[in-house]
């Protein structure tokens, strides 16, 4: 008992280190959230497999079932990983920022930087940017992608509503015709209902004017 105990401990422990990266930005070695799944799949698994074998073979079990748990636990996650790395720097000095919450990833493209006042059309200055994420969605394909458009709360109600509907539609719209595929994608407007800062101040309103893409696990 005490021996396969030990082993599902080893088992997970490898898992978690496997899982370990090294920040680029601060060079601190971190648990990656593939490294986290992994150990927890490891040690479910090495339960499983040791209580379903036969007594004098629990602790080979233990070690079956700790390998295959880890490598299920931590697929998606080393997947968004990988993925969340590739757009950190693909979309470096762009003014797009990543967020990461669990497996979901969204990237918040300001307003400034991606459509003129008051306009749908996207500037020309951001296409590269965009070409860009098209070639990581190509590259990771199995997220759906979610485009939100959010403005700020000048204006009537009506007037923000659609321009922010316009706004996520054109980059939907973008995407599809540089070969993503429209089934991944949904695009709506938000209007000013989910400010990220005080619209009192021009500086906040600035900040709720932005497109966010949140990148989501297939159904």
């Known amino acids: 008992m005490k021996k396969w105990r030990n082993l599902t401990a080893l088992a997970a422990g490898v898992a978690l280190l496997a899982g370990c990266t090294t920040n680029p930005y601060t060079g601190e070695r971190q648990a990656s959230k593939a490294g986290m799944y992994g150990g927890i799949g490891a040690v479910a ?12 073979d629990r602790a080979k079990g233990a070690l079956i079932g700790a390998a295959v748990g880890g490598a299920a636990g931590g697929g998606y996650g080393y ?21 990461r919450d669990g497996n979901n990833l969204t990237l918040i493209m300001p ?9 749908a059309d996207i500037a020309s200055n951001f296409y590269p940017t965009l070409n860009s994420l098209v070639l990581v969605f190509k590259e990771f394909n199995q997220n759906g992608i979610d485009i ?6 000048t ?13 996520a539609q054109s980059v939907a719209s973008y995407l ?8 991944r994608i949904s695009a709506y407007g938000a209007g000013p209902s989910q400010p990220i800062a005080s619209n009192s101040t021009e500086a906040g309103r600035a ?8 990148l989501r696990p297939l159904q």
């Open 155 to 167: 204006g009537s109600l009506q007037l923000n509503q659609s321009l922010s509907q316009r706004r």
């Open 207 to 214: 900040q709720n004017r932005r497109v966010e893409i949140n």
């Open 148 to 153: 939100v458009g959010h403005t700020d709360s």
């Open 111 to 119: 307003g400034n930087i991606t459509f003129a006042s008051n306009s």
């Open 45 to 56: 698994g090495a339960a499983v497999g040791a209580a379903t074998a036969s007594k004098k």
């Open 176 to 183: 599809t015709a540089n070969g993503i595929a429209a089934s």
């Open 79 to 99: 997947y968004v990983d990988r993925q969340e790395a590739k757009l950190r720097q693909t979309l470096q000095g762009t003014g797009v920022q990543v967020q």
